[in-house]
Nanobody
Framework: QVLLVESGGGLVQAGGSLRLSCAAS????????MGWFRQAPGKERELVAAIAWNGGRINYNDSVKGRFTISRDNGKYTMSLQMDRLKPEDTALYFC?????????????????WGQGTQVTVSS
């Protein structure tokens, strides 16, 4: 079992920045793909960004390309999401997730481990 804990959410004005962090409880996560997902009220959970176990592949939702940057530090079992030029439509509950699926999983159903989520609210 891998426990994931997110931090860094909050309230920010449009155009501002936030940095989300995810801390894992076990070093095994260093061999897993990881990702950030978000879910707004009344909407399905969607991928924000995913990163392969070694950081060698990264995928971004088109809506955040050029504004968000995902990274990981396997030595510290952490993952981060730098969010710049935030928009009101980025408002959602953001989740950290990890997957043992071989390859480069992008769908929520392919991720076995989830954090509790951290709220990001962007005011206009």
């Amino acid at each position: 079992q891998v426990l994931l804990v997110e931090s860094g959410g909050g309230l920010v004005q449009a155009g501002g920045s936030l940095r989300l962090s995810c801390a894992a409880s076990r070093p095994a996560v260093s061999s897993y793909a990881m990702g950030w997902f978000r879910q707004a009220p009344g909407k399905e959970r969607e991928l924000v960004a995913a990163i392969a176990w070694n950081g060698g592949r990264i995928n971004y939702n088109d809506s955040v390309k050029g504004r968000f940057t995902i990274s990981r530090d396997n030595g510290k079992y952490t993952m981060s999401l730098q969010m710049d030029r935030l928009k009101p439509e980025d408002t959602a509950l953001y989740f950290c997730a990890a997957s043992k699926v071989w390859g480069f999983p992008l769908a929520p159903r392919e991720y076995e481990y989830w954090g509790q989520g951290t709220q990001v609210t962007v005011s206009s």
